[in-house]
């Protein structure tokens, strides 16, 4: 297995270990059908001005969002659980008691910023806050993708489901 694949399969495992992890979460966790709640900030408080200042040094050019898509197709396993067209519905999504991101909803674009997204690459949405219960999205930059990569992958997935 390659790093990212390896990565992955622990998280999973480790998810639905029967009693693992499960008893520390808040209430919530496993809630049936679909992603928890999107209003709920990922990023704690304390953190969150920070986080939201973080911007990339690159603009979204078509070759920036060809590499992007090469990233979430690719070596990033992003398309595994958010699924090939950013729906939030990938294999991996199956055996998440909590579902990936649909980075085509408009919503979610409107709720978020690109600085809390990449907060999120960076530490994954383990349940940081308090409010959500923690996530199969586990920290992706700073393991296998550089912060460049990263920003990268999250113009193209800011790009998906139409023009902002
Ligand atoms: C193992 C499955 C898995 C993989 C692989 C994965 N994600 Fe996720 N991702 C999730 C889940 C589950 C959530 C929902 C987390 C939540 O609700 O807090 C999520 C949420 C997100 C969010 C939204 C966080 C927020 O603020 O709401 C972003 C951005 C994201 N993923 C980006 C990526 C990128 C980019 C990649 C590839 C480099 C990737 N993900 C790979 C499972 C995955």
């Excluded at 040094?57 to 595994?80: D, P, V, Y």
Aim: charged share 20%; net charge positive; proline share 9%.
């Amino acid at each position: 297995m390659t790093r990212p694949h390896l990565l992955m399969f622990l998280g999973i495992t480790l998810l639905l270990w029967p009693g693992s992890g499960r008893a520390a979460d808040p209430s919530g966790y496993g809630q049936p059908g679909g992603e928890f709640d999107i209003r709920i900030p990922r990023v704690p408080a304390a953190e969150r001005a920070a986080a939201k200042a973080q911007k990339p040094s690159f603009s979204a050019t078509s070759e920036i969002l060809a590499e992007g898509k090469a990233i979430f197709l690719g070596r990033g396993t992003c398309f595994q659980c958010h699924g090939p067209e950013g729906r939030g519905d990938g294999g991996a999504a199956k055996v998440l008691p909590i579902q990936p991101r649909n980075f085509t909803n408009p919503q979610f674009k409107k709720l978020r910023t690109p600085g809390e997204m990449m907060w999120v690459l960076k530490n994954g949405s383990l349940g940081q806050s308090g409010k959500v219960p923690g996530t199969g999205m586990l920290p992706i930059v700073g393991q296998f993708l550089s912060e460049e990569d990263g920003w990268k992958v999250l113009l193209y997935e800011l790009s998906l489901g139409g023009p902002q």
